[in-house]
């Protein structure tokens, strides 16, 4: 059965977190127009990029620092769904999958908590392609505490879906500003979707043929819906009287979005669309596998994507066919010099380790011509914390109303915009096209 949050006509309130008087809006807008020559302090870290900071220097990958002021914590949960088979492995029992949470805190010290297990590192090098030493990723440093005590809310939440193949660590970056910002944030690993851990060890792959094996539409459409059957369990973890997380009483159920990188970006239009308490979307870079399930879409819904998209227009068709399904608020968005992997944490984490020539060049441009990785990490946070802002408290961005010259490299792009005159823009909250 699923709980659905009574709807509240308040909105989410403004806190600071600071406790040094800097807001939380005064935070985000100092974010939101940060200089556009961004340089690796400006976005939180030291360095320039593509130093070789790898473990023969002696020196620990790290994530960019949040820039909002709230400390950000992290818990771990473990979730079984007493009600659904796993689809992929069905002689495996229910389906269970691993959550990271993360959320404003209280502030904490001692050890962050870790990137991913060195057991998972070495399967996301192996089977995710990306060109790092086996155990790297194991000793990347992050930015939140293990079981901080979580600072009162209410606070919105988003869950955060990474791309297929990709553990949800892949997007803690992104995830531990939202954090810093005002919002819990629950990361989740699809399991048998990728390289997956368990509390008792056992570690889990990409399992083939199915579904790591699927490439048709109508297969990977499946793997979307699966994908929102998972969120449910968990909100139902996070929201209302089933939650199971000890820190559920700072969310704010009425106030939830959810946000994914590829195929976690089109589970999460789909969820948008799908159920009644997500109220806004965000698909980085995803591919919509059956853009006729989401006509009608009422939710706000940010697509945005990488440079291909602009520089061939018809590489990925999809969003064009789902722009007149959506019938809401909606953005469509593009960043110049971006490949796939951009709105992830690994271009950072590559660059760090002096391996950005083993990057794959998937904007079609030189790499003279690719977005620094910092750069793209700034612009990752800065409209997908816009975007949250706007949708689940109110605060309007002028980031959406137009191109930005702080973000020069942010196009609006697809069809027309027949009430604006303007491409990439849809009707505002509350109005249909």
């Known amino acids: 059965m699923l709980l659905v949050a009574r709807h509240r006509d308040t909105v989410t309130r403004v806190w600071n977190c600071s406790g040094s008087g800097v807001t939380r809006r005064r935070a985000l807008t100092s974010m939101l127009f940060a200089p556009a020559a961004a340089s690796a302090a400006s976005a939180g870290l030291p360095g320039r990029a593509g130093a070789d900071t790898s473990a023969a220097s002696g020196i620990r990958p790290w994530l960019p620092t949040p820039t909002g002021p709230c400390p950000v914590g992290r818990s771990v949960l473990s979730l079984v769904d007493r009600d659904r088979i796993d689809p992929w492995r069905p002689r495996s029992g229910n389906r269970r999958v691993m959550v990271s949470v993360w959320y404003p805190a209280l502030p904490w010290e001692g050890t962050s908590a870790p990137y991913v297990s060195p057991a998972v590192s070495e399967l996301v090098a192996e089977t995710a392609e990306i060109p790092v030493p086996p155990t790297a990723l194991s000793r990347v440093h992050t930015n939140s505490g293990p079981e901080a005590s979580p600072r009162p809310g209410p606070w919105p ?130 591919t919509i596998h059956d853009p006729d399930s989401l ?90 914390t816009a975007f949250v802002r706007e949708h689940l408290a109110g605060e309007s961005s002028p980031l959406f109303e137009g191109p930005s010259p702080h973000y020069p490299e942010v196009v609006f792009s697809g069809p027309e915009s027949p009430e604006k005159g303007q491409r990439g823009r849809g009707a505002p909250s509350g109005q249909s096209p």
């Open 295 to 384: 006509a009608g879409t009422r939710a706000p819904v940010l697509l945005l994507g990488n440079a291909r998209r602009l520089e061939q227009p018809d590489f990925d068709p999809s969003w064009r066919r789902t722009w007149s399904r959506l019938a809401g608020w909606k953005r469509f968005l593009l960043v110049r010099g971006t490949g796939h992997s951009s709105f992830t944490d690994w271009p950072v984490l590559i660059d760090q380790l002096g391996l950005r020539d083993e990057l794959p060049t998937d904007t079609g441009q030189s790499d003279r011509d690719r977005l620094p990785s910092l750069r793209s990490v700034l612009i990752t946070r800065a409209y997908v």
């Open 157 to 286: 939440l988003v869950v955060l879906s990474p791309g297929f193949g990709n553990p949800r660590a892949a997007v803690t970056a992104t995830a531990e500003e939202l954090a810093s910002q005002g919002t819990v944030v629950a990361g989740v690993d699809h399991t048998y979707e990728a390289p997956v851990e368990f509390p008792d060890g056992r570690v889990t792959e990409c399992a083939k043929p199915v579904p790591c094996g699927f490439d048709e539409h109508h297969e990977l459409q499946r793997v979307v819906l699966s994908r929102v059957a998972d969120f449910r369990l968990v909100l139902e973890a996070l929201v209302g009287p089933g939650s199971v997380w000890s820190g559920a009483r700072v969310v704010d159920g009425s106030a939830i979005a959810v946000l994914g990188h590829s195929i976690g970006g089109a589970a999460a239009v789909q969820a948008a669309y799908e159920d009644p308490r997500v109220r806004a979307g965000v698909n980085m870079d995803g």
